[in-house]
Each structure stands twice: as C-alpha cells, then as structure tokens.
C-alpha cells in the first residue's frame, strides 16, 4: 500500500545525507587550503585567543614565546566589568592585511558550512511535507469524503477547465491537502490523531524537537535565521534570546533527519495496519528499510520499527522473530541490551530455524556456542560467507581472534 512511497521516502533522506557527506569534505578542504596558504597570518589570532582564555589551549610556553617573536605588531588584551576579556591587535606593517584576508577566508568557508547545514534543514522539512501529502492522497483516494470534499463548491468556469467529475474531486482533494501542510505540525498531529484516528504513542518522546525543527526551519525561510517572538513562543526555547542568530550543526541536522525519519515511518505502519492489517508487504518493506539503517548503525531507527513490526499480530510469525532479532540488536549497540538480556536469555528457539539460536548466541556474547552453529548453518546453505561478513548482527564477533582465524584468515596475516 505504501511500499513505493515508503522506499522513495527513505531514499530521499539518505540522498540528503549523502550530500552534505559530500560537500562537507570539499568546505573543509577550502578551509584547510585557506589556513596552509599563508599559516603566520593567523599567529595574532592563536595568540589572542590563547591570552583571553589560557585554559583551553594550555600551549606550551615557549611555543607562545615563539609565536609572539613571529608577531610584529601589538596585542591588547581588555578585561570589562562583568569580566570578560577581548583582544585588541594592531599591526606594525602589512601583517595586518595578510591576517584580515585569511580571516575573510575562514570567515566565508565557516558560513558556507553554515548554509549547507540550513539548507539541508529547508530540504529535509521538505522531503517530510512531500511524504505526508503522498500518505494522504493514498487515504483520501480511499476515502475520499474523508477530505471533506462534499461541503466544496467550484464555479462553472472552473468546472469547465477542470473537465470530468474524477478530475474535479481529485483537484478538491489537491486543495485540501495543501491546506493541511500550510498548517504548522502541531496541527498535522492534530488532524492524523482526529481524522486518521491514529493513536500516536511513538510521539511522545520526539513531539516537541519535531515542533522545534519545523520552527527553526520557518525561521531561516522566513526570517533569515534571527530568533522572534513567533519561534520562542512555538519552540518552547528558553536559552534564546529575540534577535540572536541561530544555526544548524551537523549533530543537529543529523539527529532531526533520523527524528523525522522514524517518527513519519511509524506514522504510515501505524496507518498501513489501519487500512489493510493482512497486507505482507508492510514487513518486508520495513524490513529492508531496517537492514538499511542498521548497516548504517542507525540504531534508533532500527529499534522503533523493529518494535513496531515484532508486536504486529498481523504478520507471519517469521517476519516478527525477524524483527525481535533486530530489535533485540539495536540495544545491544546501543548499550541497552541489559533492558531486554532476560527475555533473550528465556525464549527457545529449539523448535524454529537453527538461525534464531546463533543469533541468541551472538546477542549474549556465547561464543563457543556461536562457533558450534556456525559451521553447521554454513554447511547447509541456511548462512551464506556473505552474511556472514556483511550483517551487523555479526558485527562484534567479527573482531574476535577466532573468527579472524577461521573465517578471516587475511585479517590475522596482514
């Protein structure tokens, strides 16, 4: 049901991480050339900063020694009242020119960076919007009095370029879905919880950062990054203060694609169960977008649809030892695997495929029974050497000196 879009949606996250992989190292090498270009331009710079606060840098003192013989000008360092210090520098000669050129440099390269990280923000709120409207066209294609649609009324003129009946009700569904993603994303919720009627547990832990993104997201559209009063009042910060610049880190734009990756994942499962709850499609869906993420060692998302997916009645009881697998994994890397070690250690799988019992062997670190199973799977074709290298189940044995031996014979000669 929502296999195409589910799958579009994911790759369109990872395009955007991939991006800004890419950029970033290009921004940082412009960087890097700007400072090796001319390094004693930025002597004042390291020398200043070293006088206002010591103790961060703890640099050797005849290495300042040094410095300050290569220095030839003045440094003033200033201290206010509240304490605080700053640095005045002049110049003796055309030091000065070479040092607010590199500056300039650094200065461009930091804000390109800056504008990487907030665009890829505007885009990430983007790719969210296109996801939610594809959920609801999918819904009110099925039920289509859902949109309200029978209370709208089209002129004669418009009804005559629109042509038929389907394509007029289509339009009208068009129009109310625009409505629904001008509002803000308190109103989403609003209107999946009221008109979706989904229940939404998965939000409560992520609401309030996802409100935020968004908000922050308005404000660099809107108002070019400066704090107002519309983003205090709707973000619920309170460490801002009205006309202070914000910005978007890398740890921030990663952890609000992952956010926004699971919280709108859980949303279409939530409602995929809904519509068509015998539909097999959803595990294995899920499941490669799974596999994906934990590749990746995106553990969060992993364990939230896997979660989902092993508690789905629904579904073949393959698909939901599969996932408990997964799930059981996710904390494992997380190190949080003492929150389920005991379920772990209780469940029999003597009476379901050998696989289920050397992945219990791995998650409670029993190698010697891992090394047991092993063979016998790899014999009978239940485990390819591909897996075996590849899944991130295996990811901790893999550094074992038995496994290097055995199956990574290369490992142990380089």
């Given amino acids: 049901m929502f296999a195409n879009i589910l799958r579009r949606f994911s790759d369109n996250l990872d395009t955007l991480r991939d991006f800004v992989d890419l950029v970033n190292p290009i921004l940082d090498k412009a960087r890097e050339e700007a400072i090796t270009a001319n390094p004693n331009a930025l002597i004042p710079l390291v020398l200043g900063m070293n006088a206002i606060a010591p103790e961060k840098f703890c640099l050797d003192t005849s290495f300042v020694e040094h410095l300050q013989s290569q220095f030839d000008g003045k440094l003033d360092i200033q201290v206010e009242e509240e304490g605080n210090k700053s640095a005045k520098l002049s110049f003796n000669n055309s030091g000065g020119d070479a040092f607010h050129s590199t500056m300039a440099k650094l200065s461009k390269r930091s804000a390109q960076k800056g504008l990487l990280y907030q665009n890829a923000l505007i885009s990430l709120v983007s790719a969210v919007e296109w ?122 734009l990663d952890e609000a694609i992952a956010r926004f990756e699971r919280f709108f994942f859980l949303v279409s499962l939530e409602l995929w169960k809904k519509l068509a709850p015998d539909d097999k499609e959803r595990a294995n869906i899920v499941s490669d977008i799974t596999y994906k993420n934990l590749c990746n060692e995106r553990w969060k998302i992993a364990e939230s649809l896997s979660f989902f997916l092993m508690n789905d009645k629904q579904l073949p009881e393959m698909n939901r030892l599969i996932s408990q697998i997964n799930y059981w994994q996710s904390l494992k890397w997380q190190d949080r695997f003492t929150e389920v070690r005991k379920d772990v250690e209780r469940i029999d799988f003597s009476a379901k495929n050998e696989i289920f019992s050397l992945a219990q062997s791995v998650l409670l670190d029993d190698e010697q029974r891992f090394f047991q199973l092993l063979p016998i799977l790899l014999k009978a074709e239940k485990l390819s050497e591909k897996d075996l290298h590849e899944w991130p189940l295996f990811r901790k044995i893999r550094n074992t000196d038995t496994f290097k031996t055995i199956y990574n014979p290369k490992l142990v000669s380089e």
């Fill in 131 to 252: 996801f939610l409207s594809q959920l609801l066209h999918k819904y009110f294609e099925l039920y289509p009095d859902a949109a309200g649609i029978r209370e709208r009324s089209l002129t004669l003129s418009e009804l005559q370029l629109i042509g038929t009946i389907d394509e007029a009700k289509n339009y009208l569904i068009g129009i109310r879905i625009e409505e629904i993603l001008r509002g803000s994303f308190s109103d989403w919720i609003t209107f999946m919880k009221g008109n979706l009627k989904l229940s939404m547990g998965y939000l409560e832990d992520d609401e309030k950062y996802l409100i935020e993104i968004c908000q922050r997201r308005n404000l660099f559209v809107h108002n070019g990054g400066i704090v107002n009063k519309i983003y205090l009042n709707k973000s619920g910060f309170t460490n801002i203060g009205i006309g202070e610049q914000i910005n978007v880190s890398q740890e921030y």
